[in-house]
């Protein structure tokens, strides 16, 4: 057997205007998880690992939260394929709508890693135009828990 690590989080999707069309950067994200592929090539990043809330207004008030979790088996030996899967996290974020997003990533061999993602204030304006333009400007910190 190998080693192990778990990767669970969520994305805070950003509502459009008030009004009739406020879910619209909802429906959009949704697209996104649709769209993303059902097999990948390891670390991997699938459509399956993303939970969408129930539509408006059963699973969502103001905010659009995306759940997703994975277990995959862990590298010791080469640390760097988080940054492989980080990355690859960081180019669906692209194409979405959202406000925040944090991952946490607990492995074996280091200490619980939490990595925050934040949309820079030159970006939320976009997000309201007609049409909204996805996120593509954030600050990303990371704290360890030792």
Same mark, same amino acid.
């Given at each position: ?5 778990? %990767? ?11 009004? *009739? /069309?406020?879910? $619209?950067?909802?429906? =959009? #994200? ?34 659009? %939260? ?11 030996? *080469? /640390?760097?394929? $988080?940054?492989?899967? =980080? #990355? ?59």
């Amino acid at each position: 057997m190998g080693h192990e690590v778990i %990767i669970t989080g969520h994305i805070e999707g950003a509502q459009w205007r008030a009004g *009739d /069309r406020f879910t $619209w950067t909802f429906d =959009l #994200n949704r697209e996104v998880i649709a769209g993303l592929p059902t097999e990948d090539e390891w670390p991997f990043l699938v459509r399956d690992s993303f939970a969408l809330p129930a539509l408006y207004p059963h699973g969502i008030y103001r905010t659009q %939260i995306i759940h997703f979790g994975l277990s995959l088996k862990d590298e010791p030996t *080469d /640390r760097n394929v $988080w940054d492989l899967w =980080l #990355n690859k996290f960081e180019a669906v974020l692209r194409r979405m709508y959202w406000l925040r997003a944090t991952v946490i990533l607990e492995t074996e061999f280091e200490a619980i890693r939490t990595y925050e993602w934040l949309v820079t204030n030159s970006v939320v304006d976009r997000l309201y135009e007609d049409p909204p333009q996805p996120v593509n400007d954030w600050t990303r910190s990371v704290r360890s828990a030792r």
